[in-house]
Each structure stands twice: as structure tokens, then as C-alpha cells.
């Protein structure tokens, strides 16, 4: 099975611009969730999509939006940049079943710098 | 509130066996994580824990007691690959998707 796949890797952007970040999960993952990893703030829930609906949310601003297609892919867009969301953006799948076994596995994550 | 604390950084010699603590405090639980992370890249799942108890595979064992809000992570036969930041990380009660992570464990493993 192929990994969680994440483009693009890397990403430079100005401030005030918006940016669309791209995540497909592991064949036959329905959930999807998202994560930004910084240095001062370790790494932080966003929010997670299953079956095309947001079940979960971080404590993020509005800027911060996501959505997940009928393949299960996902995206998450932030509009109006901040040098401040320049960060390591992480997109992890499991399964989205209830059962106590599952596995959350990471992509290898997209880069963003702000400038 | 959700709480995970974990040492900042560790030391340890190549070959040795090192211990990395987790204590946890959140309003709900559904299993506990450890994740490896290399600079500059992804976390890299390492074991998961739901009872209490000690999970062993190869090199790397990690223990639950939830009844003390408490994890480890044991490393044997530390090898210098093995130097990474380590994440502590609780599923949410209910939530399969959200993980709570703690701020990590730095080791450097040195010859």
C-alpha cells in the first residue's frame, strides 16, 4: 500500500497571501486529519475530516479551513498568511473506525515559510 | 485541561538503555502513542498502548498505567540512527483522529 502522500513539500509564500495545502491518505483511510508542527508549539491538531465531514477542530482562527473529497482526499487552505504560520503541515490517516487498534500514520508533511 | 509532559532532552551512550517518561493529564482517553522523528522529518509511528501493561517489538518497548496517567518508552541497544525526538501522544475519548501531543523528547545517542 502506498503512504500518505502530501504536496507540495515545500512552499514560500508573503504575507496576506492564501495557500491550499494537498493530502490522499492511505488506500481505504476515510479519515483524515491535520496537524501544524512549529518549534515554540510542538505539534497541533487542526482538524480532522471523515467521510467528506469535519468531525473534529483544534483551537485554530477561522483563517484555517479544510474539506475532504469523495476519494477521502483533503485539503486545508489558510487565507490572509502570517509570518506566524510558518510551519511544518502535517496530514496523518487511519482508518476512521472506532476500534481501539487504530494507527494514525503521517505524511511526510509540507514546508511552508512565510515571508 | 490537556496536559502531556515529557523531559526536553536526553543523553545516552550507543549500546546503552534508555527510559522516556510521559505523564499525562487530558479529559479523555482512548490510547496512548509514541511516535519517532527525525529532523527534518515526519513522525514515524513506534507503538501504541490502549491497556495497561508493557508492549514490546524489537529494540523498543513502551508501558501504560492509566491509572496513573503515566507511559514509557524503554530503548535497548541504543545505536546512534536512534537519535531523534521522540513524541508522547494521547487519542482523544471518542475521537479517532485527534491526537494530543506532548512536546517531545530530544535524545542524542553519542558514542
Known sequence: KAGVTQTPRYLIKTRGQQVTLSCSPISGHRSVSWYQQTPGQGLQFLFEYFSETQRNKGNFPGRFSGRQFSNSRSEMNVSTLELGDSALYLCASNSGTSGLQETQYFGPGTRLLVL | GQNIDQPTEMTATEGAIVQINCTYQTSGFNGLFWYQQHAGEAPTFLSYNVLDGLEEKGRFSSFLSRSKGYSYLLLKELQM??????????????????LIFGQGTTLQVKP
Open chain 2, 81 to 98: 540512527k536512534d537519535s531523534a525526538s521522540y513524541l508522547c501522544a494521547v487519542r482523544d475519548r471518542g475521537n479517532t483522529g485527534k
